[in-house]
């Protein structure tokens, strides 16, 4: 028993002890030096500065790059459509019918019986006989004759004179709305529109 009541004597001691350390004091003001605010700004203003700088020549190359890709984009569509030209060209000069026509103006005629060589052996397949203007067969095609239900004959009414007296005089409001005043009827108002 007589430890639990010196441990309580203890704890009290070394509460008075913890309360006395952790006592707040007033420190007494020193003269120390206020730093200037020279340095400060000057740092501020430059980083302020630099930014800036750094943005406009950010931005000033970004618009550079932006007009070499647009140059370089209507270049490549240029460039693509010579490209089409050229293909168009090269596909006006290949097509058969050009050649063969070609072909026919410098005299060649193309042949009524060909005659094949095999390469293994080199024999000659089929009777080789010379080709005359007469065998040539047709290159370009016929015309196509246009339909005559797309050509119809043209329909023409003659009018006598008693039946434009009678259009004209079916309608008296009409021959004045014509133009008409006595009666006759010009050309231009007879014919059907």
């Known amino acids: 028993m007589s430890t639990l009541i010196d441990q309580a004597r203890r704890v009290p001691r070394f509460a008075e002890a913890a309360v006395e350390r952790a006592r707040l004091t007033v420190v007494p003001r020193t003269a120390s030096q206020r730093a200037a605010p020279l340095p400060f700004v000057t ?13 406009l020549l950010f931005n000033t190359s970004m618009q550079q790059v932006s007009f070499t890709a647009t140059a370089l984009e209507q270049k490549a569509q240029l460039l693509d459509a010579r490209r089409q030209s050229l293909q ?7 097509n058969p ?23 293994s052996d080199g024999k000659v397949l089929g009777k080789p006989l010379p080709a005359t203007p ?14 005559r239900r797309l050509a119809p004959r043209p329909v023409y009414v ?6 434009q ?11 004045a709305a014509r133009g008409g005043t006595n009666g006759s009827v010009t050309e231009s108002q007879a014919s059907p529109r």
């Open 43 to 55: 740092l501020v203003s430059l980083l302020l500065v630099g930014g800036v700088a750094g943005l």
């Open 88 to 94: 168009m060209e090269l596909d006006r000069l290949r």
């Open 97 to 119: 019918q050009r050649v063969a026509l070609a072909a026919r103006r410098m005299g060649m005629v193309p042949p009524a019986t060909p005659v094949f060589l095999r390469l």
């Open 134 to 147: 007469d065998e040539a067969f047709r290159i370009t095609p016929l015309p196509t004759s246009k339909p």
């Open 158 to 163: 003659d009018l006598s004179a008693e039946a």
């Open 165 to 175: 007296r009678s259009l004209v005089g079916a309608a008296p409001g009409a021959r």
